[in-house]
């Protein structure tokens, strides 16, 4: 499974410098996003890129129901594990990563992949023995 996280969503959405190997991996399949990673996704596509919450609302949901991505339910057993990544993670001048980061690694498990382009988080999936699908940020920079 590939676990997106918020920034390749809202890359995709946004037609961000991603958004092509975002597409490319959809139409792989096996995508799944966080629900945490989906509202931030949401949010930041609507709030900072002006885009309409029902165009957004469309897009995903042709996603989801078209199967090539899947909404990874957020329960008790996953808030306990991004609590304990952020904890053993976390430092504030080195590898910021917020609680939707860190609710992204806790959902992938050995074998799964994560798609980012944030230096931290690819640093915390890859100590947590995470693939890593680097993604360019809007700078084209991967980590």
């Excluded at 969503?9 to 991603?18: C, R, T």
């Excluded at 609507?46 to 078209?66: F, S």
């Excluded at 806790?106 to 890859?126: F, L, M």
């Excluded at 995470?130 to 993604?135: E, G, S």
């Amino acid at each position: 499974m590939i676990v997106l996280d918020a920034y390749a969503l809202i890359a995709f959405l946004g037609a961000e410098a991603a958004a092509a190997e975002v597409e490319a991996l959809l139409r792989r399949g096996d995508c799944a996003v966080s629900a945490v990673n989906l509202a931030e996704a949401i949010d930041v596509s609507c709030r900072v890129h002006a885009l309409e919450l029902d165009e957004v609302r469309n897009v995903v949901q042709t996603l989801t129901l078209g199967g090539q991505l899947r909404v990874l339910v957020t329960d008790e057993g996953s808030a306990w594990r991004a609590a304990a990544i952020r904890q053993s993670y976390y430092a504030r001048k080195t590898c910021e990563l917020s609680l939707a980061d860190c609710f992204l690694v806790a959902a992938a498990t050995t074998g799964d992949e994560v798609a980012t382009s944030d230096p931290p988080v690819a640093a915390t999936a890859r100590a947590e023995r995470l693939q890593v699908i680097a993604l360019p940020d809007s700078a084209g920079r991967r980590p």
